[in-house]
Every structure is written in C-alpha cells, then in structure tokens.
C-alpha cells in the first residue's frame, strides 16, 4: 500500500508540474485574459483535472509567481559579501540577471505582470516588489562603491538602474513575442549602462 | 452658410481629436481589450457620439497607429547626410529617438502592441514593421561607419541593436504603467550600450 501511495504521491507531482509548465507558457503570452480552458489545452488535460489540481485560475497565477520568486535566486545578495572590486562585483551581479532573464524568460514575463497589473491581488504584488526593491538596493549598492573606486559611470545610480532593468524588460518582451530570430545580446553590451565609457572617463 | 460650415467643420475636427486623445490613453494602458465604451468614458462624450466619428474600435485604432507614425519621424533618415562624424550622427539619432519616446510613450506603446499582437490587421503591421526597419537600418549604417572609425564598440550591431530599442521599449512601459515617480534616463546613458567602455578600448 505505501508502495501504491507513493506512487500516486509521484504521478501527482507529475501531473501537477505538466499542468504549471503549461500554465507558465499561457499566461506569460496572454497574461491574466488566459483562461483555464487554455491552461487545459497546452497541458492537454481535461479542464475538470486542471480543476483537481488549482481551484481556480488565480490559484494558479499564486502558484506560478511563487515558482518564478524561487527561479530569481535571492542568493544574488551573496555577491556583496564576494572577493574582488566593487565593479567586479556588480559585472557578476549583471550577468546573473542576464543569464536568469535568457534562461526564464516566461518566469519574469510574468513578474512583470504582477507588477503592472493592478487587478493582482496587493500580496502578491507586495511580495514582487520587495524582490525587486531588494535586488535594485544590491545594485545601487554596488554602483555607489564602484562610482567611488572609479569603475562605474558618475550618473545617477537610479536612472542607470531604471535604464538596465527596462533594458531586462524589453527583451524578455522579445523573447517571449517573437519574431523567432531572436538572440539575447552578449552581457558586455548591457553591462555598459554601468560603466564609464571610452569619451567620458 | 459657408461661415456656418466651416465652424461646424472645426468644431468635428475639435470632436475628432478629443476622442483620439482619449483613445490613445485607453489603448496604450489596456490594449486591444479596450472597447468603445472606454474611449467614450475617458473622452467624456457618450458612445453614440463617438460612432459617429469611427465606425468601430479597429478604425479608432488604424486612426491612432497613422498619428504614432507620424509622430515618429521618418525624416531621421536625413541623419545620415548631416556633418560630423559616423559617431556623432549615430549619437544624434540616439537622442532623437529617446528624445520621441520621452514626449510620446503612448505613441510608442501602441506601436509595440501593433508589432506583437498577431491579431492585429497584417497591413498594419507591416507599415510599423517597414518604419521600424527603416530605423534599425539606419542604425546599423551608422553603426558599422562608426566601428570603421573607432567611434563605436566592436561588438555585433545587431545585438547592439536589440538590446538598445530592448531598453526603449522598456522605458516606455515604464513611462505608461508607473510607478508615478519614474524619470527617463539620460540619454548619455542609453547611448553607452553602443560606444566602447573606458576598459575595453
């Protein structure tokens, strides 16, 4: 019996994990006008098992977001303790976002919503923005101390900030929205909002 | 009489233009999910009187996609006959290009929604399409003259490219969804994703 239990605990998981994985596609292409309907077509499941799983579609939405809170590692803040410049700090920090948007692309699609939209219920858009606010107060941080080491651009920190994270917006836009030809642009190119350029320093 | 026509004239052209204005805000925030009612509510005019001016929301929006277009100026391709040198002219359509974003958001978002809403009209999306073409190749020109020169950074345009209008694109999500207390960068910024960094070069 605990065989057999284990077994559906596992088939469960399974099913569970087939029906997000679809939910994530639908919902970062349609945002909150995906129905459960189209949730059950990608997955390829009836609606009345979807239902067995979510009660509804905002039970999804929850659910995906807090999987897309656990994609977009918090550990990021780990940096600020790593050897190295300040500058090379915050170059280790860009890549990281840019490796987290090229790989989950639907993941931040999807914050995005949450943080736009607002028609999500205020929790949950709390729970993004203080994600986000963390993230952006690591790398102010970062470009503080480097503006003082003398490796980062002497603008504004915010609007150097404001300027890469639309940069991570519009192309996780492209890479959601097509067209299919689409490639990630190297990190160095996004990592120059950041740095001093060749005429100014 | 012919007094008498030409004030009522203006007067629907006064009407016309209170309705655009108020559709363009409606479209830009809820895209295509806006409906006449909306436009009506935000132009504080009752929607009979706005079907007498467009016969559906898809004319009101045509109408709205032929302002954005010529709000965005084609005229930037006379860039390339101006003085100076590669990197100068391709620093000045960069400020030209944030300058429009900047005083047009709305303009701008429509014109994005155009291009990833395949529900859209196909002709009309081939007009955005073609003038957005225009632009990127005209960057690209200006690109590969200034890597010639020395002026701009080595790595592939199109990539630069991407990510550049990525970066617009983002800001004016921003500029439209808030939060309220959102500047533009400066262009000095923006314009750092194309030129060498102090340490590469």
């Known amino acids: ?14 099913q569970r994990a087939k029906i997000l994985d679809a939910a994530r596609k639908v919902f970062a292409h349609k ?19 979807a239902y067995r799983y979510f009660a509804n579609k905002e039970a999804i939405f929850r659910a995906l977001i807090e999987q897309a809170l656990q994609a977009n590692p918090a550990t990021l803040s780990d940096i600020q ?11 280790l920090l860009v890549s990281k976002l840019v490796e987290n948007r090229r790989e989950h692309p639907e993941f931040h699609q999807l914050l995005s919503q949450v ?29 503080i101390e480097g ?7 002497t603008d504004d920190p915010d609007q150097m900030i404001t300027a890469f994270f639309a940069c991570l917006v519009g192309l ?30």
């Open 172 to 201: 996780t836009r492209r890479a959601i929205y097509g067209p299919e030809q689409f490639h990630f642009p190297e990190t160095a190119i996004l990592l120059r909002i950041l740095m001093p350029s060749a005429h100014q320093s």
């Open 115 to 143: 943080l736009s939209d607002k028609a999500t219920s205020g929790e949950l858009r709390e729970l993004v923005r203080e994600r986000m606010q963390l993230l952006q107060d690591l790398m102010r941080h970062l470009i």
């Open 147 to 153: 503006q003082a080491s003398g490796e980062v651009a």
């Open 81 to 91: 303790e790593m050897p190295g410049t300040p500058g090379e700090r915050l170059a």
């Open 1 to 14: 019996m605990q065989h057999i239990d284990a077994t559906n605990q596992h088939q469960r998981e399974i």
């Open 31 to 49: 945002g909150k006008a995906a129905t459960m309907a189209d949730v059950a077509a990608e997955a390829a499941v009836s609606q009345g098992l």
